[in-house]
């Protein structure tokens, strides 16, 4: 079954349609109605800086995509392979965050967005880039937000220093409560050996009284 | 012990709400950019037909780079957005579309059905989607003249921000370069 691709008008009524919509007939049809724009476009693209002409069939074009490297600098590890790279992206992964997932980091997640992270991971500790190196790479581009970790600083400190500060508060809440028991307990006991003596000499007037 | 009572139960309060009047204030969904005011990653992308397109070689000239796919419905909305804003500016903006984990041949027959603003870029292994830090489609990253990220939209571009990041993009001139 051909999975259908148009924009279903039932979406633009649900969505909205922006402001540039053709007043006339705001449904997707009426955009196949533009050709100007699609011919005007493959003409300037043809002839615009920038683009090739198509390749040969068959022929292989390297280079394709993105250099990571320019981003990085120069590599300032070792070339990893084998078992010790399966690791080291292990580890990577462990730390980065799918910025598609809640909550998960891309080694948990199965989401493509994490699939396609952990193999520029791989990429790039096989070629001899560190972990620490890696680790930036995607925080260069994704944000903090991407660290499952946030590193200690500025407000990111509230997140490390509160749940310490929180278990020393309640450690010498209770701390404070003992003590406070024990010294009442003191108090009591204090009070119970006096009634007992008390009562001890009363005790012995008593029994000889009665 | 009411007094007491009461600044613990303030000390407690007071911050939890701090972080919430904090939280509600910013959408979780948006993340800011550590990319704007910086170089735009360089890629080079072949499109739908084989052609090999080449950021580094449109320096000089505005760039509107989107990141979409045919499943995602806010792409939908603002593809005549794009088309509108591809033809007015044409020749002074270069609107480049790159294919964020869809299939080429659903992209293909999209452009067939709806009409093209640009080039669709095939990025494989979505390697330039990682380089421009991209969470999910639709994203459009707006680049000056100069090669720098000057602006970047989360979901479907309004007309609003499509206009006013346009006349920025053309007013500014490109830096003279020794």
Redesign the interface.
């Known amino acids: 079954m051909r999975?259908a691709?148009?924009?279903?008008a039932a979406?633009?009524v649900l969505?909205?349609?922006?402001?540039?919509?053709?007043a006339s007939g705001a449904t997707?049809g009426i955009?196949?109605a533009?050709?100007?724009?699609?011919a005007?476009?493959?003409q300037?693209?043809?002839a615009?800086?920038?683009?090739?002409?198509?390749?040969a069939e068959g022929e292989y074009?390297p280079?394709?995509?993105?250099?990571?490297s320019?981003?990085l600098g120069d590599p300032q590890g070792e070339p990893l392979s084998g078992e010790e790279l399966d690791r080291a992206v292990s580890l990577v992964a462990a730390d980065i965050r799918c910025?598609?997932c809640q909550a998960l980091s891309i080694a948990d997640s199965g989401a493509?967005?994490a699939q396609?992270?952990r193999?520029?991971a791989r990429s790039l500790l096989a070629s001899g880039y560190t972990r620490d190196q890696v680790v930036r790479y995607?925080?260069?581009?994704?944000?903090e937000?991407?660290l499952l970790e946030p590193r200690a600083r500025g407000l990111n400190l509230i997140v490390w220093t509160a749940p310490a500060a929180t278990v020393l508060a309640g450690g010498l809440l209770v701390a404070r409560r003992l003590r406070r028991r024990r010294s009442a307990d003191e108090g009591l006991d204090a009070y119970l050996r006096q009634v007992k003596r008390d009562d001890g000499d009363d005790g012995d007037n008593g029994e000889t009284a009665t | 012990m009411n007094r007491k009572v009461l600044l613990i139960g303030l000390g407690i309060c007071l911050p939890v709400l701090l972080v919430l009047g904090f939280g509600f204030r910013h959408d979780p969904q948006i993340?800011?950019?550590?990319?704007i005011g910086q170089p735009a990653?360089?890629?080079?992308?072949?499109d739908l037909?084989?052609?090999?397109?080449?950021?580094?070689?449109?320096r000089g000239?505005p760039v509107v780079i989107n990141f979409w796919a045919?499943y995602c419905?806010?792409c939908?909305?603002?593809?005549?957005?794009l088309?509108?804003?591809?033809?007015r500016w044409?020749?002074d903006i270069?609107?480049l579309g790159v294919i964020f984990?869809d299939d080429p041949n659903?992209?293909a027959?999209?452009n067939a059905?709806?009409?093209?603003?640009?080039?669709s870029l095939i990025?494989?292994?979505?390697?330039?989607?990682?380089?421009?830090?991209?969470?999910?489609p639709p994203e459009t990253f707006f680049i000056d003249r100069d090669g720098t990220i000057v602006d970047k939209a989360i979901g479907?571009v309004?007309?609003e921000q499509l206009l006013d990041v346009a006349n920025r993009l053309l007013a500014s001139p490109a830096e003279a370069t020794g």
Not at chain 1, 34 to 38: G, N
Request: proline share 12%; no cysteine.
């Open positions: 999975r691709t148009g924009i279903p979406a633009v969505l909205g349609a922006p402001a540039f919509w053709p997707p955009l196949a533009l050709p100007p724009t699609a005007a476009l493959a300037s693209q043809d615009g800086p920038g683009v090739d002409q198509p390749p074009r280079g394709l995509g993105v250099e990571a320019r981003e910025p598609k493509s967005s396609a992270m193999a520029e995607f925080e260069q581009r994704y944000g937000f991407v | 993340v800011e950019s550590p990319l990653p360089s890629f080079r992308l072949a037909d084989g052609n090999i397109v080449d950021l580094e070689e449109l000239t045919t419905v806010p939908w909305v603002e593809h005549p957005l088309m509108e804003g591809a033809r044409q020749g270069h609107f984990q659903l992209i027959q999209f059905e709806n009409g093209t603003w640009g080039p990025d494989e292994g979505g390697r330039v989607a990682i380089a421009y830090g991209v969470y999910g479907a309004t007309p």
